[in-house]
T-cell receptor
Framework: EAQVTQNPRYLITVTGKKLTVTCSQN?????MSWYRQDPGLGLRQIYY???????DKGDVPEGYKVSRKEKRNFPLILESPSPNQTSLYFC??????????????FGPGTRLTVL | AQSVTQPDIHITVSEGASLELRCNYS??????LFWYVQSPGQGLQLLLK??????LVQGIKGFEAEFKRSQSSFNLRKPSVHWSDAAEYFC??????????FGSGTQLTVLP
């Protein structure tokens, strides 16, 4: 079954404690991205990756890092989380970039709370 | 810059009633347009998309949307809503910057 998986699904942490949210896709997609969803703001792109070792900033990259060492995985790293990063996070993948006609396939989301 | 507006934050309809969710975009040429649905606790799923051709687009789950260039709109419709349609709906657009931009979403409640 084609899918995008994220772990963990729920995470409560404290300010400054480094964390990683994993994302994996089994569709051999080249393009992957991370979004955050906040009430009244829709989804905003954090980072994206066009392929292995190729990553770039989205609209709201501050406070986040990513890496793409393998095609299937695209982890999101918060080195020093702050309360304003409390949000619902989605990973997505597609064969071509999100600015194309391709469908984005989304993971189930990770709800992060930073105390 | 491209933008997309969903004017209705929350809509409530009765089961079996018709539904129309509004979406307006700002972009000079013809954008790529999408509707996604987010069921509770789930990720987003594509309902339908438009990028050229027939302006009336059929999607999954009985949804359709019509692209109206003169009104810069891409409204989502369904003739008869089912309780399982309760979810949040997002309109998204790709414009000149070739960047996918989402609207703020419309929460749909379905009354029995």
């Amino acid at each position: 079954e084609a899918q995008v998986t994220q772990n963990p699904r729920y995470l409560i942490t404290v300010t400054g404690k480094k964390l990683t949210v994993t994302c994996s896709q089994n569709m051999n997609h080249e393009y992957m991205s991370w979004y955050r969803q906040d009430p009244g703001l829709g989804l905003r792109q954090i980072y994206y990756s066009m392929n292995v070792e190729v990553t770039d900033k989205g609209d709201v990259p501050e406070g986040y890092k990513v890496s793409r060492k393998e095609k299937r995985n695209f982890p999101l790293i918060l080195e020093s989380p702050s309360p304003n990063q409390t949000s619902l996070y989605f990973c997505a993948s597609s064969a071509r970039p999100s600015g194309s006609t391709d469908t984005q396939y989304f993971g189930p989301g990770t709800r992060l709370t930073v105390l | 810059a491209q933008s997309v507006t969903q004017p209705d934050i929350h809509i409530t309809v009765s089961e079996g009633a018709s539904l129309e969710l509004r979406c307006n975009y700002s972009y000079g040429a013809t954008p790529y347009l999408f509707w996604y649905v987010q069921s509770p606790g789930q990720g987003l799923q594509l309902l339908l998309k438009y990028f050229s051709g027939d302006t009336l687009v059929q999607g999954i789950k009985g949804f359709e949307a019509e692209f109206k260039r003169s009104q810069s709109s891409f409204n989502l419709r369904k003739p008869s809503v089912h309780w399982s349609d309760a979810a949040e709906y997002f309109c998204a657009v790709v414009g000149a910057a070739r960047q996918l931009t989402f609207g703020s979403g419309t929460q749909l409640t379905v009354l029995p």
